[in-house]
């Protein structure tokens, strides 16, 4: 028998029983204002913009200021939710943002891959043939920002970079691997490719790190493909605001 279940979004309880724990009741209860659901506020997406009372036929405007100074270029998508108390349902307004790099910049494309270090046997397998590496730290020390980035599930990793900031140190690190240094300078034209193959720790936890600058001849380097754009899915609410569309 079922005396008490909860619920997301908000803080909800359902059923449950008395202060003696032996009568079952059968209402329901649900904590003030967290009955919504409201994802976390951006920083690139503010709104201009208070409370208003609208009678039938009015509108209020709403100013959304969008600003393009982020970390990096790509595509922003988030939302304006409307907080209302009416007998309507107001949907979010969709907001997308597209910010172009600059021309100083450039994107550091890069593939970190290694062998299958764990051999089953809880020893350690020497064998040739990489595979992805997902989850890898990549640490990108430049003159000016420094940044890190993780890869993806293919063992991929892009990060647009001002060329002031170059030559650059790249360090990946990744669980039972050793640490990779090496230098990365910038291309004449295009992207900067880099090809990270990581060697697996011996038992003592020590390896032979991979060193070397990208473009040199203990380096590969992958075909130069157009890097993809970054995006960035998020959320912004104003609260309260009038129930009309911005």
């Known amino acids: 028998m079922l005396y008490r279940s909860g619920s997301t979004c908000g803080l909800n309880r359902v059923g449950g029983s008395d202060r003696t724990g032996f009568f079952p009741v059968t209402t329901a209860d ?61 949907a979010p307004v969709d907001v997308s943002m597209t910010v172009d790099p600059p021309r100083r910049w450039g994107a550091l494309v890069g593939t970190v891959t290694g062998p299958a270090c764990d051999d089953g046997d809880g020893g350690d397998d020497d064998g040739a043939g990489g595979v992805a590496v997902a989850g890898a730290n990549v640490r990108i020390d ?3 920002a420094d940044a890190i980035v ?35 300078r910038p291309p004449a034209t295009g992207p900067s490719i880099v090809e990270v193959e990581l060697a697996c720790t011996d038992r003592d936890g020590a390896g032979a790190g991979g060193q070397g600058a990208a473009g040199a001849p203990n380096s590969a380097s992958c075909s130069p493909a157009a890097p993809p754009g970054s995006r960035e899915r998020a959320a912004s609410h104003a609260a309260p605001a009038a129930p009309s569309r911005a």
């Not at 790509?74 to 007998?87: A, K, L, N």
């Not at 599930?153 to 360090?171: E, K, S």
């Open 30 to 90: 649900q904590l003030p204002t967290y009955g919504d659901y409201r994802p976390a506020d951006v920083p690139w997406l503010t709104v201009d913009g208070g409370a208003a009372v609208l009678d039938p036929g009015e509108s209020s405007q709403v100013t959304l200021r969008l600003a393009a100074d982020v970390a990096q270029p790509g595509t922003y998508e988030g939302g304006v939710w409307v907080r209302e108390d009416t007998p309507y349902a107001v």
């Open 150 to 184: 993780r890869t993806d599930r293919d063992g991929r990793f892009l990060r647009w970079i001002d060329r002031a900031d170059m030559p650059l140190t790249l360090t990946t690190t990744a669980d039972g691997y050793a640490v990779d240094s090496r230098r990365v």
């Open 142 to 144: 430049g003159r000016g």
